[in-house]
T-cell receptor, first 113, second 113 residues
Framework: GEDVEQSLFLSVREGDSSVINCTYT??????LYWYKQEPGAGLQLLTY?????DMKQDQRLTVLLNKKDKHLSLRIADTQTGDSAIYFC?????????????FGKGTRLSVIA | DVKVTQSSRYLVKRTGEKVFLECVQD?????MFWYRQDPGLGLRLIYF???????EKGDIPEGYSVSREKKERFSLILESASTNQTSMYLC????????????FGQGTRLTVV
């Protein structure tokens, strides 16, 4: 089945850029997602990228996709203390419309003031 | 504002009790999912449903069952709660399609004593 890997922890200083990396195994995935989980809350969609794109930018967020290496990254520019959260990479299992998203274990981002 | 609502934020149950976790969505989504989230293990899929009365096992279905009698409601049942089922439980729903995001409830933190 689909496997999604992320590092578990990242610590950055306020104002620096954060880069969270993700690798996946199913090359047929058409959409790839980044979710954010704040303490004590459920997951919220942060951004997504379609597989025919290499890059997507949305304000402070930049998503890079390397389909050949099956590598996805999320860059947060000018990281703020409010960005402290767990970030999950997710891809559809078997790229089918009625199947679950498969999530990585999540990267806990800590922002030091 | 779209919503996935879980019936309880916090639950404390005794070992051996039958436990019901309820989830309701108001978006007319076909697909609904139950995940559990544990530190260092990320989100693991317990069960999902792609239609009323339909269910599919996820990665860790043992000790759980589900019920989907109506499209908007998906229930997770712990037949005989055990301490190793202490966890955060997250419900999600997703419209059928390969480019659709999953919407999450706020989570239920279950403690089995």
């Amino acid at each position: 089945g689909e496997d999604v890997e992320q590092s578990l922890f990242l610590s950055v200083r306020e104002g620096d850029s954060s880069v969270i990396n993700c690798t996946y195994t199913d090359s047929s995935s058409t959409y790839l997602y980044w979710y954010k989980q704040e303490p004590g809350a459920g997951l919220q969609l942060l951004t997504y990228i379609f597989s025919n794109m290499d890059m997507k930018q949305d304000q402070r967020l930049t998503v890079l996709l390397n389909k050949k290496d099956k590598h996805l990254s999320l860059r947060i520019a000018d990281t703020q203390t409010g960005d402290s959260a767990i970030y999950f990479c997710a891809v559809p299992f078997r790229n089918s419309g009625n199947t679950p998203l498969v999530f990585g274990k999540g990267t806990r981002l800590s922002v030091i003031a | 504002d779209v919503k996935v609502t879980q019936s309880s934020r916090y639950l404390v149950k005794r070992t051996g009790e039958k436990v019901f976790l309820e989830c309701v969505q108001d978006m007319d989504h076909e697909n609904m999912f139950w995940y559990r989230q544990d530190p260092g293990l990320g989100l693991r899929l317990i069960y999902f449903s792609y239609d009323v009365k339909m269910k599919e096992k996820g990665d860790i279905p043992e000790g759980y069952s589900v019920s989907r009698e109506k499209k908007e409601r998906f229930s997770l049942i712990l037949e005989s709660a055990s301490t190793n089922q202490t966890s955060m439980y997250l419900c999600a729903s997703r419209q059928h399609g390969t480019n659709t995001e999953a919407f999450f409830g706020q989570g239920t933190r279950l403690t089995v004593v």
